[in-house]
């Protein structure tokens, strides 16, 4: 049985750091895609970022290109988000994702075929 275990939400300031955890069993990460998605209240799910599979290539959603960085450590079968320059707008409920075996990435809500519980991170202003 697969399950994502997120952590590491919470309140913080514009302009400041965190740093959030997604802790995977029952699948090695490094032979599947894994990404982040988000969804503000009143909102769709929304693509964040992807690793592809043994991590060749990471993509980023364009508002957070640059201040968003999606990476793994394979020991750990973790993921990770860390989200720098926080501002209001990043406020959502995060969630991290895998995708099946034979996709490159995942980019949309519907390839991803075991989600985390999410984790809350608010930013104010």
């Known amino acids: 049985q697969v399950q994502l275990v997120e952590s590491g939400g919470g309140l913080v300031q514009a302009g400041g750091s965190l740093r959030l955890s997604c802790a995977t069993s029952?699948?090695?990460?490094?032979?599947?895609?894994v990404g982040w998605f988000r969804q503000a209240p009143g909102k769709e799910r929304e693509f964040v970022a992807t690793?592809?599979?043994?991590?060749?290539?990471?993509y980023y959603e364009t508002s957070v290109k640059g201040r968003f960085t999606i990476s793994r450590d394979d020991a750990k079968n973790t993921v990770y988000l860390q989200m720098n320059s926080l501002k209001p707008e990043d406020t959502a409920v995060y969630y991290c994702?895998?995708?099946?075996?034979?996709?490159?990435?995942?980019?949309?809500?519907?390839?991803?075929?075991?989600w985390g519980q999410g984790a809350q991170v608010t930013v104010s202003s």
């Open positions: 994702g895998t995708g099946p075996r034979g996709f490159l990435f995942i980019s949309v809500p519907s390839s991803v075929d075991y």
């Open positions: 029952g699948r090695s990460i490094s032979d599947y895609p």
């Open positions: 690793m592809s599979v043994r991590g060749v290539n990471t």
